[in-house]
């Protein structure tokens, strides 16, 4: 990955999960009950301006019912470029 990459990612996974929470028609306090992370946390993650553990992705996405590595896929990747954990022997639901 390259360097603006690194820099870039807090507002590309911000990006996606604001557009995973607007597309299911939740609300930052919707989405903070399901996930048990502060509505004002997931407000500055969502704009960049927080850098959250991975922990607190997981359970973001875990809320948003999507796969983390989407959360990091920028828009202009495509999907063939994504992230694919789960080839890596990584194993999110447990299983």
Known sequence: MERDAYQK???????????????????????????????????????????????TLVEIAKALRTDLPILFQSQRDGLAKEIKLSQDGYDLDGE
Do not use: C, F, M, Y
């Open 9 to 55: 990612w807090p507002h590309i996974v911000g990006a996606n999960i604001r557009k995973a929470r607007s597309d299911q028609r939740l609300t930052l306090n919707d989405l903070s009950r399901l996930s048990g992370v502060e509505a004002a946390s997931l407000s500055k993650i969502e704009n960049g301006k927080r850098d959250p553990k991975l922990s």
